[in-house]
């Protein structure tokens, strides 16, 4: 990621009060003051911050971080519990009707992600909640969406209604509700061409779809990356439409995503999904926490251990939890942890959600193919039990006689010896101070 | 004083445009404007929908900065921290902002400047000066006169790839160049398609290959058939990525050494394009496909919103890269070319007019007493 945390932005101040052994009120205020610029870094909107701050810092004065010894991770505790609250507190679900057809209508601006997260929201759908979706290819505007729309439905293998782009959207919605009613379909995905919150014409049409397809859940779809005037497009959407959720797309990338902080404080509408792909098992649930974390710029931890969980069988993973928080792991773990990394997808897309990855040197140049990850498992496997566990063990003739055995080069040996190292020091840095607090997240990834 | 005081003369020539634009053509077929009139004319022409388009970006900048003028009266740290607050919120990048305050407190230590409707002016000049400061990288596109120019156009999923292509082939085939497009997005659903529609639009042929084929592969094809064709201009379409992902970035850079293959000094321009309501991430990016792929200007799409895209400013001022477009819309003819000083111009406009009309209040009130 391009900026500090919020952790590096407070460890100047705490240094500073270190040397004093006292915090005062003027240093909260400082402190304040770097919360504010983490956030707006993060493209929270600065109206936003503005009232999140004073919330803060009443807060902070009001409660222990004055006479703490640690007052940076208070001072974050505080600020990661206010935003995730903010944010909505606990993960809320899609809205689906009692009785069918449940109808979903995807709203946004141009080139947000509305007709992939509708090609995804159906196969979730059909996946989780035993549905038979339909999609509505209510997009007649931009150059070959219908086209779009349909290439999605193959894929996935869902039924795509289309009009042609000759007929107006409300008729197609009509059409297709009925449709659907021929069909048995069960539940209806309207997707709608992007457009500008302030394009009166464009946006009147959206009512009069809203108010012909009585939709169960307005999804409006916003791009992570969207800056500042994310609150006015969620705004203008909210107000004509009263949207029921919204879905906050390519957090893939690496975005802090301040913009989901700004459309919950305007629309207090809850975020239901996060979109990390292109591809259509691309869609997770959202968790403010965790969002939180990120918009703080202290990593995702929580979601590359679900992402894993989804590949790894759970007796293990909580094994391997527990490793990574008591720092136990070694390079027999790390063995075993490769041949279910093969079945997880790319590595480096893993490892770069991890807080502080960014400053592994040369993390961005590894490549993680499958060949390289053969080598390594040769490597290690190449090593006895007790070298594993205590790789320090080392020496030079050691090192011949694995490379011997593994047929690679002892360059190569000592590189994958650096990078279990930083990994090592990375992973205890972002579990460091976990035992301490009741907070899941408290001192998470911070040096102090 | 200097770049203000271009504003205020570029205010003016505004002010006596007429207002509409038969009136305009009517002037012209008189016969009675000189060639400097006309090249004048010609240049509001162009601005005007530039300039349209800003206006409803400029207009909430412009509450905002007025509003902060009238609200802090003297220059004070409150006044510093609100004026970081309106930059941020036009989505000028936190250092840039950072920067600006740092030299406006400075200046205003050294002046002795105590009001802030003193250190308006002042604001003004230091953004285009922050624009203009690193590097004078040109912001025309480069066309090669005698042979094939390849321009490359890259960027992250959904910003308007595709839609500039578009517009930019009508731009060129409009004058008189020979325009091809090459369908590098072999990955999302229907973007072939979508490219051909508008190849169709404007009447030149795309190359393609099917859905799922090796980008590459499309572009070795497609420098081959316009070199062999005799066209001027390729442009060459490519898949959305983010730019954090190492295996789709490297396969840009094996995109652009295929073209090498085929013209060794292509691709002559690589544009990337920003979406305007992208916010501190945009300059993640920028850094990011400078170094894949040395882009060589940016299409700052989408200003017709009420995002202001002010990111260019800190993307220009940290890496040099240059704004060369400007989108405004989803049709063909919306693109217009960037003009840095209208582009601040037209964020200050009204802010400019709101001054002159306070100092002439001013002067009014003096007389009345
Ligand atoms: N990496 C990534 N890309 C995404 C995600 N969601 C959508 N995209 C990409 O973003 C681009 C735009 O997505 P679309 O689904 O076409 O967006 P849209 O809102 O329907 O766009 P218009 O119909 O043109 O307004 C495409 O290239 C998608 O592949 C995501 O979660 N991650
Ligand atoms: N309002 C507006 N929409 C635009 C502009 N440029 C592109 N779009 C729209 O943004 C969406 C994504 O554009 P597209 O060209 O498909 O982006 P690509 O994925 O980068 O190729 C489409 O719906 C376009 O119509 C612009 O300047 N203004
Ligand atoms: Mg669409
Ligand atoms: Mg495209």
Redesign the pocket.
Known sequence: MAFEGLGERLQSTMDRIKGKGKVTESDVKLMMREVRLALLEADVNFKVVKQFVNDVKERALGSDVMTSLTPGQQVIKIVQEELTSLMGGENQKINLSQKPPTVIMMVGL??AGKTTTAGKLALHLRKKHNKRPLLVAGDIY?PAAIDQLETVGKQIDVPVFSLGDQVKPEEIATKALEHAKEEHLDTVIIDTA?R?HIDEALMNELKNVKDIADPDEIMLVVDSMTGQDAVNVAESFNELLNITGVTLTKLDGDTRGGAALSIRSVTQKPIKFIGVSEKMDGLEAFHPERMASRILGMGDVLSIIEKAQDNVNEDEQKALEKKLKDSSFTLDDFLSQMDQVKTMGPLDDLLKMMPGANKIKGLDKMQFSGKEIDHVQAIIRSMTLDEREHPEKLNASRKKRIAKGSGRSLQEINRLLKQFNDMKKMMKQMTSGKKKGKNPFGGMGLPF | MGIFDRFKRKKKIQEEKPASLEAQTDKLDDGLISIDEFEEWEQDQLSYKFEQGLKKSRDKFQQDINALMSRYRTVDEDFFEALEEVLISADVGFNTVMELTEELRKEAQLKNITETSELRETIVEKMVEIYERNGDASDEMTINEDGLTVVLMV?V????????IGKLAHKYTQEGKKVMLAAGDTFRAGAIN?LQVWGDRVGVDVIKQAEGSDPAAVMYDAVNAAKKRGADILFCDTA?RLQNKGNLMNELSKIKKVIQKVVPEAPHEVLL?LDATTGQNALSQAKAFKEVTDVSGIIL??L??TAKGGIVLAIKNELGIPVKFV????QLD?LQPFDAENYVYGLFADMIQESDTLEEKLEEDKDDK
């Open positions: 141009q080139g931009r992007g500008l | 960027g999923n959904g910003v308007g790839k595709t839609t500039s979508q959305g394009v799409s989408k017709d919103g989108g405004l819309g989803e919306d």
